[in-house]
């Protein structure tokens, strides 16, 4: 069992940023950690991932503008969001892979999620 608490989420504005944080307790390691986002109305989709050996992925909507990144010791994962846009409103999950394999951008890919943390970027 893994448990993923997540942190960080707030009100900001345009052009602002975020960092958010999952922290992990129970079973640690994790072959994958994922960033998903549900907005209203929408499917939850796929932010950042990011395996043990610290390889990267990023959905096309936030590349270069936020960067995950992990922290072993600290069974701690991380999101740094930057140049908020209103369109990146949403709860955002933390997600931990433990199968290994190819790394997954789809929700089935992951086996444990976060209870979400609200981020909302006002124009």
């Known amino acids: 069992q893994v448990q993923l608490v997540e942190s960080g989420g707030g009100l900001v504005q345009a052009g602002g940023s975020l960092r958010l944080s999952c922290a992990a307790s129970?079973?640690?390691?994790?072959?994958?950690m994922g960033w998903f986002r549900q907005a209203p109305g929408k499917e939850r989709e796929f932010v950042a991932a990011?395996?043990?050996?610290?390889?990267?992925y990023y959905a096309d909507s936030v590349k270069g503008r936020f960067t995950i990144s992990r922290d072993n010791a600290k069974n701690t994962v991380y999101l740094q969001m930057n140049s908020l846009k209103p369109e990146d409103t949403a709860v955002y999950y933390c997600?931990?892979?433990?199968?290994?394999?190819?790394?997954?951008?789809?929700?089935?890919?992951?086996?444990?999620w976060g209870q979400g943390t609200q981020v909302t970027v006002s124009s």
């Open positions: 997600a931990a892979d433990l199968r290994g394999g190819p790394t997954s951008m789809t929700p089935r890919g992951y086996d444990y």
């Open positions: 129970g079973r640690t390691f994790s072959y994958v």
């Open positions: 990011i395996r043990w050996s610290a390889t990267t």
